[in-house]
């Protein structure tokens, strides 16, 4: 089993600097989450500067939580949609076998 080390990444978070510990190969997706975090939190906090920063930290989490599970849930839906429709072709080619000529 190969053992991975973390490095340290730096990102900015509503003008504050965090240090946080990734995978070599993750450092570009962190990147890409820290963004989207910033901005969903700069979105929440709007002009209120005065804004606590763990109200702000937790609505956006919450936010981007919610945005998960219905993309989530939308997946949910289209795999069940093709569930019925391959049993639905499945029965149409066994009908099929079943009244063909041996």
């Not at 510990?21 to 709007?46: F, Q, Y």
């Not at 993309?71 to 063909?100: N, P, Q, S, Y």
């Amino acid at each position: 089993m190969s053992s991975k080390s973390s490095e340290p990444v730096s990102i900015r978070l509503l003008d504050r600097e965090y240090t946080i510990g990734c995978e070599p190969g993750e450092r570009d997706s962190l990147m890409a989450a820290a963004k989207l975090l910033d901005n969903k939190m700069r979105e929440i906090r709007g002009n209120n500067r005065m804004a606590a920063l763990d109200r702000v930290a937790v609505l956006a989490a919450l936010n981007l939580a919610h945005e998960l599970q219905q993309l989530r849930d939308e997946g949910d839906g289209r795999d069940r949609e093709i569930v019925r429709t391959l049993d639905d072709l499945h029965r149409k080619l066994d009908g099929l076998f079943d009244g063909a000529p041996r």
